[in-house]
């Protein structure tokens, strides 16, 4: 019978909370998750004969382990492209030695194409078809594969006095266009400065871009996955930031007749150092660069040959005012398709020497995009900018229709009708250059239904 007393009081007590939780939302508008406390230990046998004292001695243990559990899933949290919202529920142990927290969205993304439609699920200006076709004059699009689950947990060991965090991100692009076949984005461990796993690339600064509809975003931009080992430290109470990785090297290149490629055989290295301000650092500029060797082999010459490709990138995000936020990236170097989103997968890693077509060559490129943020309440904010890319020559071209320029250009407006509910809508403007002069552009306009838990 005291055990069913204790139970009671436990889903009462939990029931109270989650209703106070509930109005705090309601008070200050924001996305509070609801904690739930499991192994509440029965560790004074008093408590099951006094009903009023141990529920307070049950709130008070529930009201620590959720602000330590809370507090813990809001540092590991992190903003930017493409982020997810803050969990709707976190689960914890008494001692709060662990936690985990789920969440995601389901996003439904509405479009409708004109004057010229990218064949692409995605606004991305590589695909802008340059000849006009009855296929390509107007297109209706519905996309909900960005829909989102992830999971995080933070351990506590007892051996350690850093936490270690374990996360799992997915969503539904992991096949052809709309199969929704589920992808694994992210999955890494995370301890003292030291991630190991699946991450976005460290090259990538992830606040350096604005919020768009369109999944992609900028074409200048950098976000791509890898597999990596990397190390990061702030300094100077977080005024400094700094960070160093091996990731798998992702290599497209153009072989031509006399080359083939071979497994690599050294990572790329990214690094970082950036500088951040404001009471909640909250604006930074930050420089980047990553060193890569591509291997292939030269069927002409019966050997393997490497390539070296370098990069070097300026980023930042300003908030200029509390209404007014400024984001940027410029990019320039030689072999670095993964590292600018237009160029990936474009086979111009290297291509061919048009001089000689047994020799090959890196391609110099460069890409740079900014954009702007206004803030208009807590609820209503308008951003717009401009994104640029450009494969330039060396030694002439490798043929007439390869890529030359890349420019992309939205505009768009995002309310939030509650914490969790947001609906926005945007303006795309996208446009493609070849080398040969002949170049061509596509609009699109989106529409955005999303739900965060």
């Known amino acids: 019978m005291k055990k069913i007393l204790l139970l009671t009081l436990v889903a009462l007590n939990v029931a109270t909370l989650s209703a106070q939780n509930g109005f705090w939302r309601r008070m200050h508008k924001m996305a509070e998750p609801t904690v739930c406390v499991i192994s509440l230990k029965q560790t004074d046998t008093s408590l099951t004969q006094n009903p009023a004292l141990a529920l307070q001695h049950i ?26 919202d803050a969990p709707n529920i976190i689960f914890t142990n008494a001692k709060n030695s662990f936690s985990l927290a789920v969440g995601g969205y389901v996003a439904l993304r509405a479009s409708y194409s004109f004057d010229n439609a990218v064949q692409n699920i995605d606004m991305v200006p590589y695909d802008v078809p340059i000849i006009d076709s009855y296929a390509s004059r107007q297109a209706l699009g519905m996309d909900a594969t960005t829909s989102r689950l992830y999971m995080r947990a933070i351990i506590h060991p007892k051996r350690f006095q850093m936490p270690v965090t374990v996360y799992f991100d997915t969503d539904f692009r992991g096949g052809a266009e709309g199969s929704y076949t589920p992808r694994l984005r992210s999955a890494y461990v995370s301890v003292a400065g030291f991630t190991f796993g699946r991450d976005v690339t460290t090259f990538c600064d992830l606040t350096a871009a604005p919020t768009t509809i369109d999944f992609q975003g900028p074409n200048a931009y950098n976000f791509n996955f890898a597999t990596m080992i990397r190390y990061e430290r702030s300094f100077l109470d977080n ?28 990572p790329d290295f990214p690094m970082y150092v950036e500088y951040l301000w404001g009471k909640q650092r909250q604006s930074h500029i930050r420089a980047s660069a990553v060193l890569r060797n591509m291997y292939l082999y030269n069927n002409a010459r019966q050997t393997t040959t490497d390539l070296f490709g370098w990069g070097v990138q300026l ?93 992309y250009a939205f505009g768009n407006i995002f309310y939030s009708v509650t914490a969790r509910f947001k609906i926005a809508a945007e303006y795309l403007w996208a446009a493609r250059k070849n080398m040969d002069g002949q170049h061509n552009h596509a609009n699109r306009i989106n529409l955005l239904f999303k739900y965060s838990f």
Do not use: C
């Open 59 to 84: 709130a008070l243990q529930h009201n620590r382990m959720s602000r330590a559990a809370t507090e813990s899933h809001k540092a590991a949290h992190r903003a930017g492209f493409q982020s997810v």
């Open 315 to 407: 980023s930042g995000n300003i908030h200029i005012t509390k209404m007014l936020q400024l984001f940027m990236n410029g990019t320039y170097g030689e072999g670095i398709t993964p590292y600018i989103q237009d160029l990936t997968g474009s086979g111009l890693d290297f291509t061919p020497n048009p001089a000689d077509n047994s020799r090959v060559q890196t391609m110099p490129m460069f890409g740079w995009q900014i954009a702007a943020q206004v803030n208009l309440s807590p609820t209503l904010f308008i951003s717009g900018g401009y994104s640029m890319v450009q494969v330039q020559h060396k030694n002439g071209y490798y043929s007439d229709n390869q890529y030359n320029r890349g420019q």
């Open 239 to 266: 005024h400094l930031r700094a960070g160093i990785a091996a990731e798998m090297p992702v290599v497209s290149g153009s072989y031509g007749e006399t080359l083939l490629p071979v497994p690599q055989r050294v």
